[in-house]
């Protein structure tokens, strides 16, 4: 395939998905990642696409925001290896919080599998996915349905989880930093998301590699509220996403890599509704996340970007 013909095709992908991985650019084009990032390089050049860590989104990307049909294209395996490795960390009889979003509606997949799960989400397709799940109670908000992403937001959203006690919350974005945390591009998914973290003793954020270092408009979790990051490994040749990594494990985030041979951490305690617990504590409980436990985080790290 000749340059012209190959980037036209990425440009049409871009365009019909708003963010593509180079990995699932090079398997389409059937090229090399290498030979996708100069052709990425080039359209960006004309002022067609915009590059992101990992990948290439339609320009003016910061603010703008994929609907549904573009965002289920998008990264497929990616987001099943990190599903998979999610539903690890849930129990039997646990009462958790999913938010919106396809990597999330892949995660409810395999919840529906767990006996005597309590799922309260905001999202019509978690709980589609949860829907013929005869051992799980599916429990939804209240809200105003937003039809893009097909979540509920709004004053009625936010008002049905004030009181609500959970042990943790799964979490999806646009973007994510170790400066900003997680964020979003709309400004009503994000003020849901924030009264979801505040309804959990540990937050859990679901994002691939393609997401890592993107900033997008609204913060929804602070990086220091983040309890652990599910993600998949990313390409050898993506140092920044590595070096993204490292910042997020240098400032307490525990990281498990989908596909790395990375075991979930080990089962934290979370306190009983009404109990309080520092975030500190909330921390150590959460799979060691104390001091001693960053230099085993960092080689991990480390070792990725080695790959």
């Known amino acids: 395939m000749f340059a012209a013909e190959r980037r036209q095709l990425i440009l049409e ?63 497929t395996a990616e987001k099943t290896a990190i599903a998979d490795l999610a539903a690890a960390l849930v129990e039997e009889g646990e009462a958790i919080v999913v938010g919106a979003g396809t990597t999330t509606q892949e995660l409810a997949r395999r919840l529906a599998r767990v006996p005597g799960l309590t799922v309260v989400t905001n999202s019509l397709l978690v709980a589609q996915a949860l829907a013929h799940a005869n051992r799980v109670e599916v429990v939804m908000t209240g809200g105003t349905l937003r039809g893009s992403n097909y979540a509920l937001v709004g004053s009625g959203a936010e008002q049905s989880l004030q009181g609500l006690r959970v042990s943790r919350a799964f979490l999806s974005g646009s973007g994510l930093t170790a400066e900003r945390g997680l964020s979003t591009s709309n400004m009503l ?20 590699h393609t997401k890592l270092g993107t900033d997008t408009m609204f913060q929804t979790v602070p990086t220091d509220v983040i309890t652990r990051l599910v993600t998949d490994e990313p390409p050898a040749h993506d140092d920044r996403a590595a070096t993204e990594l490292q910042a997020l494990a240098d400032q307490g985030v525990q990281i498990a890599v989908a596909g790395a041979g990375a075991a979930p951490a080990p089962r934290p305690e979370v306190p009983l509704p009404g109990q309080r617990r520092t975030r500190a504590g909330l921390r150590n409980a959460a799979g060691g996340l104390g001091p001693d436990a960053l230099p085993e985080r960092s080689a991990r790290v480390a070792d990725l970007r080695r790959r």
């Not at 090079?26 to 996708?36: G, I, K, N, P, W």
């Open 13 to 75: 992908m871009v365009r019909a998905n708003g963010a593509v991985s180079l990995r699932e650019l090079a398997r389409v084009v059937q090229t090399s990642e290498v030979t996708v990032r100069r052709d990425v390089r080039a359209l960006e050049a004309e002022g067609l696409l915009d590059r992101r860590h990992g990948g290439a989104v339609l320009p003016g990307g910061f603010t703008r925001e994929s609907g549904f049909p573009q965002k289920s294209l998008s990264a």
């Open 189 to 208: 998914s994000a003020s849901v998301d924030r009264a979801l973290v505040q309804a959990a003793a540990e937050v859990v954020v679901l994002a691939d």
